[in-house]
């Protein structure tokens, strides 16, 4: 993919920090730590919905690679 500009550089500091939980939350063979206390239902929403779209987007991703092969 042909980025005009580094998404890092255009993308707000939450969004950024949103990806970086999500990647330690997946890494490994099943679901890691989440970043506050408790369960899913402790976790901030905004981050639960960010979790979601970045999930979405992981699956689409992957559905593309696989189509490739």
Same mark, same amino acid.
């Given at each position: 993919?042909?980025?005009?500009?580094?998404?890092?550089?255009?993308?707000?500091?939450?969004?950024?920090?949103?990806?970086?939980?999500?990647?330690?939350?997946?890494?490994?063979?099943?679901?890691? *730590?989440? *970043?506050?206390?408790?369960?899913?239902?402790?976790?901030?929403?905004?981050?639960?919905?960010?979790?979601?779209?970045?999930?979405?987007?992981?699956?689409?991703?992957?559905?593309?690679?696989?189509?490739?092969?």
């Amino acid at each position: 993919m042909l980025w005009r500009c580094n998404p890092r550089l255009v993308l707000p500091p939450a969004a950024l920090h949103a990806v970086r939980l999500y990647a330690r939350h997946r890494g490994g063979m099943a679901p890691g *730590p989440l *970043p506050d206390a408790g369960g899913i239902n402790d976790q901030a929403a905004w981050l639960m919905e960010a979790f979601g779209v970045l999930g979405a987007a992981e699956e689409a991703a992957e559905k593309a690679r696989a189509g490739k092969d």
